[in-house]
């Protein structure tokens, strides 16, 4: 069966530090990618996605930046910190480039900046 | 532009009773239909999907949800809230078109936060 995993589970980074959440996905091969933010009260923000090895779009435009460095490893970066980043990240998967394939989501990382 | 609506962002139901949490879409291609269950802290968990067929989607933890074209609506529904359904649930809605943005992304509601009353 498949699995998600993410981590750090938590996180408390001062401003301007730099950032690195990471996911992996395993019992599938070629899944689409996502890194999804929770911000308090405002429901889930798509911030990047990706259907290969190397290939990254972007919805939101924002000091975060996105990289797949293997098929199944999904990685969320900063090099510099906002208080505004401060939120709950979740990464998810899908299988196929279909919309409508179920998204399966990780358990979640809580970023503080403080 | 694609939406999904959940008009309630806070309900309080007491344990036993019936539950129906509402959500409305506006999609314009043939809509796949989805809720999601979040406790504090946590991931989020799929409760259920209409891809088609039968409009009436029985899920997990004694959910059910019902799509209707007519009044472009997939409401949640559950006939007596344990303590544990406690939680926050999302409504999503991805399209049967593959599409070149956000391929395979859903969009979600913004949810609906459950409390039970003992």
């Known amino acids: 069966s498949q699995t998600i995993h993410q981590w750090p589970a938590t996180l408390v980074q001062p401003v301007g530090s730099p950032l690195s959440l990471e996911c992996t996905v395993e019992g599938t091969s070629n899944p689409n990618l996502y890194w999804y933010r929770q911000a308090a009260g405002r429901g889930l923000q798509l911030l990047f996605y990706?259907?290969?090895?190397?290939?990254i779009s972007s919805e939101v435009p924002q000091n975060l930046s996105a990289s797949r460095p293997q098929d199944r490893q999904f990685i969320l970066s900063s090099k510099k910190l906002l208080l505004s980043d401060s939120g709950f990240y979740l990464c998810a998967w899908s299988q196929g480039a279909i919309s409508g394939n179920t998204i399966y989501f990780g358990e979640g990382s809580w970023l503080t900046v403080v | 532009a694609q939406s999904v609506t959940q008009p309630d962002i806070h309900i309080t139901v007491s344990e036993g009773a019936s539950l129906e949490l509402r959500c409305n879409y506006s999609?314009?291609?043939?809509?796949?239909l989805f809720w999601y269950v979040q406790s504090p802290g946590q991931g989020l968990q799929l409760l259920l999907k209409?891809?088609?067929?039968?409009?009436l989607v029985q899920g997990i933890k004694g959910f059910e949800a019902e799509f209707k074209r007519s009044q472009s609506s997939f409401n949640l529904r559950k006939p007596s809230v344990h303590w544990s359904d406690a939680a926050e649930y999302f409504c999503?809605?991805?399209?049967?078109?593959?599409?070149?943005?956000?391929?395979?992304?859903?969009?979600f509601g913004k949810g609906t936060k459950l409390s039970v009353k003992p």
């Open positions: 999503a809605v991805g399209s049967s078109v593959s599409y070149g943005g956000s391929q395979g992304n859903l969009i």
């Open positions: 990706s259907v290969g090895i190397g290939q």
């Open positions: 999609y314009g291609a043939t809509p796949y």
């Open positions: 209409y891809f088609s067929g039968d409009t």
